[in-house]
């Protein structure tokens, strides 16, 4: 991990992701209570809010047209400061088309980034270090989720809702505009297709991504939803829920990126759906407080499995196809966060278990799609693995030698090792 920490494209991904959550979750904290106490929005309007939330992960497919006049590090730190200015103007226009807007325009930039996040990390990471890396990202996130509740809470006596979020618009920008001020790039990464890709070798990854996307939609929506109305949580029992889980996502989050590597993307992803067949099941039939709650944190932990979607697709992929693949994978994740709230709304009017139960279903069939999973790399994905990994050891060797001050070799990768990429 020492090696990964030099590489410059680590550590402006941890600055920007570590901004981007404190927006996400500072944005999550205050909503509600803005929306309700100050705008005095009903449930209908705050469900189409929800779901406007959404539509730009539908359209993230459009990152890459974007990326046609805006390199993909500075569109990263370029999101996060459009997630800071919806944030922002979300306390400067208390309005229920004001909250339509501004919730747009803050998903945009949350979207955005996350799409370009994975996407980076696959490019400027080998095999064995994007698992790490991803794995440690999210680990910092929850250190910053559960800061910026603190912040919250502390301020909440001392600011009104509208000036708390203002500031941490402000303070979410300035992190955007930072970054957008360093240049984290190196020259061993393949240049990435410019279109949408669409191949049929790319299936499986395709359609674990929906499963995913239908996966997480039954765990956000729902869950939290029958703690509430079934079992009586209150807002300090929620809010516990949220720092263990935080705590436990910080602690284990680096393991399961390791365990990636360890064990392979196949057998985690199958721990991962195996385990959800009985926590939904759980859900559906243990009508027991405590069990429920600690189905509720096993569920958080299992979510981070899905990281091997991504990395496995880096394994089987043409290095060209990532960023691309990447938006379009976001996309299809999406599919199902128009459609599961909708009918499983229905379908819980007529038995709240119901949901769960599809959730089972999903699982089962997300198991089995996973056993088709193979990660032998292709020789273009080996060929671009070692020139990563050579730029990466040749930047480490000139940070080392910077930091004994001895003079060092300023010179790129070799010019045949990069079209050695280019011609794979």
């Not at 365990?259 to 009508?287: C, D, H, Q, T």
């Not at 996973?370 to 990563?388: C, G, L, S």
């Amino acid at each position: 991990m020492e090696e990964i920490k030099k590489n410059p494209m680590y550590n402006y991904l941890l600055l920007l992701a570590l901004f981007s959550a404190i927006g996400l979750q500072g944005w999550r904290t205050i909503f509600n209570n803005f929306a309700v106490d100050v705008v005095g929005i009903n449930g209908y309007q705050v469900g189409v809010i929800q779901s406007v939330r959404e539509i730009p992960g539908f359209l993230t497919f459009l990152v890459i047209y974007v990326l046609l006049v805006i390199k993909e590090h500075r569109l990263s730190a370029i999101s996060v400061s459009c997630l800071g200015v919806g944030i922002f103007l979300t306390g400067i226009f208390p309005s229920y088309n004001g909250l339509i807007f501004t919730t747009f325009v803050m998903s945009v930039g949350f979207h955005y980034f996350e799409t370009t996040s994975n996407s980076l990390s696959l490019q400027y990471f080998t095999m064995n270090e994007a698992p790490l890396v991803m794995g440690k990202l999210r680990s910092y996130k929850a250190v910053a989720n559960i800061t910026v509740g603190a912040a919250i809470w502390l301020l909440a006596n001392q600011l009104g809702i509208k000036e708390n979020l203002m500031l941490l618009g402000l303070l979410v920008i300035a992190g955007g505009v930072y970054a957008s001020s360093i240049n984290p790039a190196k020259k061993a990464t393949t240049p990435q297709e410019k279109k949408i890709v669409l191949k049929r070798r790319y299936w499986l990854f395709y359609v674990l991504n929906f499963l995913s996307g239908a996966r997480r939609q039954v765990f956000v929506v729902f869950a939290i939803f029958m703690l509430v109305t079934k079992y009586g949580f209150e807002v300090q029992d929620i809010t516990v829920l949220f720092i263990i889980n935080n705590i436990i996502t910080y602690l284990l989050t680096p393991y399961i990126g390791k365990g990636i590597n360890l064990l392979g993307e196949r057998k985690m992803l199958s721990i991962e759906y195996s385990s959800m067949v009985i926590i939904f099941l759980g859900y559906a039939f243990i009508e027991n407080r405590g069990v429920i709650s600690l189905l509720y944190v096993l569920d958080n932990i299992f979510f981070h499995f899905a990281m091997g979607i991504n990395t496995y697709f880096q394994k089987t992929a043409a290095p060209k196809d990532i960023a691309p693949s990447m938006a379009v994978g976001f996309t299809i994740n999406h599919i199902s966060a128009v459609v599961i709230p909708v009918f499983g709304g229905m379908l819980w009017m007529l038995n709240w278990k119901i949901p769960f139960i599809i959730g089972a279903v999903l699982s089962v069939t997300s198991l089995l799609f996973v056993q088709m999973i193979k990660t032998e790399p292709t020789e273009e994905n080996e060929a671009y693995n070692r020139v990563t990994d050579k730029a990466s050891n040749k930047e480490n060797d000139k940070a080392d030698d910077k930091n004994r001050k001895l003079p060092h070799d300023d010179t790129g990768i070799q010019e045949t090792d990069t079209q050695s990429i280019s011609n794979s």
